[in-house]
């Protein structure tokens, strides 16, 4: 059973930072992509970064270059810097990881929540 447990979150005031941390309750090498969602009131869920088992990221145009995702294979953890935050970054973040193959399984965290003050 795969666990992922997110931290990291809070409040923090409109140009702010903060790192959001992903453990996973195995090695996250057998994951062929992990990422950060986030999902705001009334909002669908939407993705935010990811980074494949080889380190390729990609971004969603709203958070380039201000959000980094990285991963520590060593501590089976992903993180998420997030500088620069807007108000619009409010939101609970979800951490998500999928394994792919015949099936693909994707598990999601529990989500923490951001909120960005004006």
């Known amino acids: 059973q795969v666990q992922l447990v997110e931290s990291g979150g809070g409040l923090v005031q409109a140009g702010g930072s903060l790192r959001l941390s992903c453990a996973a309750s195995?090695?996250?090498?057998?994951?062929?992509?992990m990422g950060w969602y986030r999902q705001a009131p009334g909002n669908q869920r939407e993705l935010v970064a990811s980074i494949t088992r080889g380190g390729v990221t990609n971004y969603a145009d709203s958070v380039k270059g201000r959000f980094t995702i990285s991963r520590d294979n060593a501590k089976n953890t992903v993180y998420l810097q997030m500088n620069s935050l807007k108000p619009e970054d409010s939101a609970v973040y979800y951490c998500?990881?999928?394994?792919?193959?015949?099936?693909?399984?994707?598990?999601w965290g529990q989500g923490t929540q951001v909120t960005v003050s004006s």
């Open positions: 998500n990881a999928e394994r792919f193959g015949i099936i693909t399984h994707t598990y």
């Open positions: 195995g090695s996250i090498f057998s994951f062929n992509a």
